[in-house]
């Protein structure tokens, strides 16, 4: 097909602009006050009645005439009659003449007659009468009509953002329903063939993977202070996905896709927005976000997103939640950035901006330091490691360690972890962090924990064996059983390492990042050496041994699945599975600390949580202290 | 009744402390992960499959063996037959054996036999064969099932907000509902007699007015996190109030009500307290807030707040809220306070806590500036003019200007406005304010204006007349016509001033610190030059000179109930209301700024809406510029 054609990739200023002119503004709408809270006010609303409506005691006393005081004081007092009183929400039955009284209460109506009111505190009875003590002037502890809102004066103007305390302004004037701005709403239409919705089976044989940036932009979306709609995909039909995109732009102010990895899918968007809009541009010099689209389609804009998570949400943070936001009136939130300083050197010069993502962790002092989230921007779990993004210029070659940075949060919630550690991936470590308030743990292995520690960004690290960094502070230890994951009831009868060089069993290994590996190939070494060969002559006569898994449950589950005869792995995992297990050995686990972080909070609070936690390595297979 | 006494006020220490101990934490619930955002997950969720489940292309080109391409390069490209191809969200149907290869998509599933992907750029194709134009390794350019997220791994711990990034991590590994932490459900009573719904009609004459309170506490206990729950207020019938409040202790974690004025009231609340639960403390040794109440009633928890708006909101701030959040699991919003310089010096020497109510302002740096609002705690208008409140020890006997202090904000969405200004109550002033974000505007009267600009508070003041304040700047000014204000038709056939002083009117003043009211005056005094008297015989001669009115319509919303027979005012207010209008003169309003303010963009603006706003003159009848 016959493509528009963008020669030169749009500036990143050149794609708001088009985006702005995309003009979302959804117009207004009336709400009941009682869930007006968090919404714009769409125009001035003026007090149409005086609060209070009636001149009114503030306080429990007599309503009297101020001149009947003139001269009393505790030796000489006033004398009134007491002539009625007046409740509060009732209308007085009784007027006050002079050498009269009236008792009122705090918030009653004068009665009519009266132009004061005195402190009950300051009088006595006498029979019916009552001794005034003090001299009063016309008006006291009296609020007039109007006195705290008069009608005709200016409440609120449109654009306040309504809060408790201006709902109580508009209480207090008698409004119950007020217009606000209408939220925006955004269609997301899914365009990816392979995508199943969470909660759906998956085929994963079928290469079909869960929607992850439908419900990360709908709440995004949310967040921003828009209205999300969720466009049902329909695989590779792509007259449902047409119907779907023309549909949403009936009905919505914004239509958003996130990037497809198929070129049709790209070509039913392209069409459709030829035909019932335009497209602005295509392609930004951005990174990332490089193919991004806008345009209109229909009545309504259109950003198409890239495919990955994080970089979805990273253009999504940049470039669409300013939008959604003006659309809704609202501005953005402070704690949108925070400023940090990079524990790093990090190098970069494509000559385009560069949207980083970043995550973020305290020193010892509670100072912010940013580093760089290295994963591939594929992976959903940067979405989690990453706290927001930092924008390096096209000109900007490196970011210098220390150097002061500017991060955009991914949400104004998103709050840096008190306790950042990398390291072995254990299960007991697993349940002693529920026990700590804000952690990040990211379980690469013991060498990726060593490594991540020596730069500086973690606090902890977690290490098996004799893999414990020097110069650190070690805050904990305990020892877990490791040894081979095997079928229930072990058809195979495998006994221990010798049986996977000389049977022909199908083994599944751990990654060598693990230090549950590195455990694994000391009595890989052992063997050899007691039959007289290399390591390799001996690993290579063990079927999968190359097959490297990452996390501490995957071979386990491998062999539960019945694609591995046996797998390495730990007792507390067959025991979680209801596999079983040959045990080989025990070993330590160990987690350090930078020295500087030590002194952490969070850091005691895991000491705490390892000395205390007895109840976690009892409930684990395999564990102890 | 016996009441149970407590001879002490307690301490604020001892209040947070009998309110934590009333343990509100309400379990917790499953909801969909689609409406999950802002939630707080109630437990660990681990992954339960691998992210991606399959081994994946990461881009589009050919699968393949590696053991195929060794040595190829540009000029020496190894020959594959292309045996298929595979598309994201499909099997393979296809096998890779050596010598072959398979087309693949970004996203689709490695077909069995092959071990790497090279990218299409680096091939060509050639009849039904490939050309590998470089050499590739065993999983080159494969995303290999578990590497972003492996089964077993742990993915969030219990705690975890869940903001969008959270949402996709939990989409990803198909989770569609999650345990949450359940929001704490609070019971609002509303125990006034004089209380009204907003909606429903006011009696004015019987003391009757608008609930603030219900509305205002009940958006602030979702603010915090938790679920309100408003029961019905029934005036004086207290077996109802008994009634709502028994049924609110069943419904509800906690139940809250604020002060009643009403005796009645106060002792119905004590009954059941001491029958269905125990009053742990009532009287805090804080201003306000004395009178707060603390217990259970029945299974629930209570809290009894004081009366005033602004008095209830500071004690659910200072202890409330944070019960609330605790219980749902969140954490206190950054942006809940900021900290500033006091504008002015603040006296205080009453030796118990004091919670101050203070308005925000930045001065033309930026930099942020805290005044306190002198209004009576029982002005609902002070819930609009303060921002937060500032802790203030028994043992601190004044602020000092310009010293730093922590403001708690009353809301984390509370902004300081961006623009503060005070003096005449103007029509065209409350226009020309909409088209400025977040002004704050006090029509207290060109005196008070002046007052608060010399103060070092305000940013402008709007005086009239010759009450311009010598080394300000001006921004802008305006004439304005004003006169009597008299029924529809003029019946009385008023023709000025010496008509109210010879007739029988009852005629409604403005406050002196209107600057309207000098103007008038300026006439009462000509007037009274003309006939010989003074000002005083003059005005005792106008019926209801004295009886001065705080807003620029009140005289004319006077007039036109029939209150009175002619009032001070603008032709533009007569004309808004429908009645007649004398005229008298016009009067010049100029808007001046503080020097050191006049830079602030939110002051130019008000300068440039000034210098445009020749619609809003228009529209108003007697104004031009």
């Known amino acids: 097909m016959d493509r528009k054609q963008f020669r030169d990739l749009a500036s990143p200023e050149r794609a708001r602009e088009a985006i702005r002119s995309l003009d979302l503004a959804p117009g207004e709408e009336t709400v009941p006050l009682r869930t ?145 701005r209408a939220k925006p709403t955004v269609g997301i239409v899914s365009t990816g063939d392979e995508l199943v919705r969470p909660g759906e089976p998956l085929d994963s044989g079928a290469g079909q993977i869960y929607d992850v940036n439908s419900y990360t932009v709908a709440s995004a979306v949310e967040e921003a202070g828009g209205v999300a709609e969720l ?129 973020l962790v305290a020193d010892a002092e509670g100072e912010t330091l940013v580093y760089p989230v290295d994963k591939g921007s594929g992976a959903t779990t940067s979405l989690v490691e990453a706290d927001g993004i930092v924008a390096v210029p096209p000109d900007v070659e490196y970011l210098a360690a220390g150097e002061s940075v500017e991060v955009q949060l991914f949400s104004p919630e998103v709050r840096p972890p008190r306790l950042f550690g990398a390291g072995e991936d254990d299960p007991a470590l697993s349940r002693l962090l529920d026990r700590i308030d804000r952690p990040r743990y990211l379980a690469v292995g013991s060498r990726q924990g060593r490594r991540r520690l020596r730069d500086g960004a973690t606090d902890v690290g977690v290490v098996t064996g004799d893999q414990v960094p020097d110069e650190t502070v070690e805050i904990g230890a305990y020892d877990r059983e490791w040894g081979l994951v095997v079928p229930a009831g072990n058809p195979r009868n495998i006994g221990g390492l010798a049986d996977l060089v000389d049977d022909d069993v199908v083994f599944r290994n751990r990654t060598t990042d693990a230090g549950l590996r590195s455990t694994f190939e000391a009595s890989v070494e052992d063997l050899a050496a007691e039959r007289g060969l290399d390591r390799r002559e001996l690993t290579e006569a063990i079927s999968g041994f190359e097959i490297a898994l990452r996390a501490h449950e995957s071979p386990a589950r491998a062999v539960r699945s019945g694609d591995a005869d046996a ?22 686990v160990t987690v350090v600390a930078d020295p500087d972080r030590a002194a952490k909070p969070a850091v005691e609070e895991l000491r705490t949580a390892i000395e205390t936690g007895e109840d976690v390595f009892e409930s684990l297979a395999g564990y102890r202290r």
């Open 36 to 180: 007006a809270r968090g919404r714009v006010l769409a125009e001035r609303i003026d007090a149409d009645l005086d609060v209070p409506g009636f001149d009114r005691a503030s306080v429990d006393g007599y309503a009297l005439t101020a001149a009947d005081t003139f001269g009393a004081d505790e030796a000489d007092p006033a004398r009134l009659e007491r002539v009625g009183e007046v409740h509060a929400g009732t209308a007085p039955d009784v007027e006050v003449r002079p050498g009269e009284c009236a008792e009122i209460s705090t918030g009653a109506v004068l009665p009519p007659g009266a132009d004061a009111v005195v402190m009950v505190e300051r009088t006595d009875r006498d029979g019916e009468d009552v001794l005034v003590r003090t001299a009063v002037a016309p008006g006291d502890r009296v609020m007039f009509a109007g006195a705290d809102i008069a009608a005709g004066e200016r409440a609120l103007g449109p654009g306040t953002t309504l809060t408790p305390r201006e709902i109580g302004l508009l209480s207090a004037i008698g409004v119950d329903s007020v217009p606000v």
């Open 231 to 359: 466009y049902p995909h329909a695989g590779d039909d792509y007259d449902a996905m047409e119907n779907a995109l023309r549909t949403a732009a009936e009905e919505c102010d914004l239509v958003l896709s996130s990037g497809s990895t198929s070129a049709s899918a790209v070509d039913v968007i392209y069409r459709v927005v030829e035909e019932t809009g335009e497209l602005l541009l295509h392609g930004v010099a951005v990174k990332p976000g490089k193919p991004m689209l806008v345009g209109r389609l229909g009545g309504s804009a259109y950003v198409g997103l890239p495919g990955y998570p994080v970089s979805a949400l990273t253009i999504f943070r940049a470039f669409v939640a300013p939008a959604i936001r003006r659309a809704a009136g609202l501005v953005a939130p402070e704690t949108e950035t925070v400023t940090g300083r990079m524990t790093a050197r990090e190098r970069y010069s494509e000559g385009r901006l560069r949207y980083m993502p970043v995550g």
């Open 567 to 588: 797998g390495l792995g730990l007792r507390a995992s067959a025991a979680a599975l209801g596999t079983g297990f040959v045990g080989c050995g025990t070993e330590r």
